[in-house]
């Protein structure tokens, strides 16, 4: 466990006086995903999580996880990176919509995909959220992944920060949990 992060995190946005921030490490890709699906376990309709990190760093395998935990784990959760966004919708629970901006060409092309009707009844989980400038929602939990090479090969170094009273208390909760099963 450790709260160091890397010099220039991906995350551009330093958290505010009331947001809530936590920084942890996982050794794999199997403890990114356990992570991933205890936050879709307390996200809900219209929730923003923004993921950001490089290439490869591990922000689809943690939607892939959040969508397993909300949707089933039947659910096959390709990367949108071509249709910039893939749509699920469990019966018995709020919608979830995976979005994958990489290729979106300006701030303003979201509200053509229906971004307002997923902000208003969906769980959205945003990668490569740098392409929506001021279109980002300002309450939101932003997830960052980087790699750890000094702490292992497959390494991650996470940081949480909950925007909004909202996030704020559920990634306090989700850090008091954690450290609770960890005993740490
Ligand atoms: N600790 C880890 N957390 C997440 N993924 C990991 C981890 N360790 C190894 N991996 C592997 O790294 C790869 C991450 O790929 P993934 O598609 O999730 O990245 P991405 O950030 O979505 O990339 P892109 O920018 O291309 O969308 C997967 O093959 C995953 O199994
Ligand atoms: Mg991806």
Not at 44 to 64: Q, S
Not at 102 to 107: A, D, E, K, T
Request: proline letters at 9%; glycine letters at 10%; hydrophobic letters at 40%.
């Amino acid at each position: 466990m450790t709260t160091e992060h890397a010099a220039s995190p991906p995350c551009p946005h330093a958290p505010g006086p009331d947001d809530r921030e936590w920084g942890l490490a996982v050794s794999t890709a199997e403890e990114t995903a356990s992570l991933a699906a205890r936050v879709g376990a307390v996200s809900d309709a219209g929730d923003v999580i923004a993921l950001w990190g490089d290439l490869g760093a591990g922000k689809t395998t943690f939607c892939r996880a959040l969508v397993h935990d909300r949707a089933g784990d039947g659910e096959e959760v390709p990367s949108p990176t071509f249709t910039l966004v893939q749509i699920y919708e469990p019966p018995e629970s709020a919608p979830v919509w995976h979005f994958d901006l990489y290729r979106l060409n300006g701030p303003e092309d979201i509200w053509e995909l229906g971004f307002d009707d997923a902000l208003e009844d969906a769980v959205s989980l945003i990668e490569w959220p740098e392409r929506l400038g001021r279109q980002l929602p300002l309450r939101r939990l932003d997830v960052e992944l980087c790699f750890a090479p000094d702490l292992g090969p497959t390494a991650r170094r996470l940081r949480l920060i909950g925007r909004g009273p909202d996030w704020a208390r559920r990634v306090d909760r989700l850090e008091t949990e954690h450290g609770a099963a960890d005993g740490d």
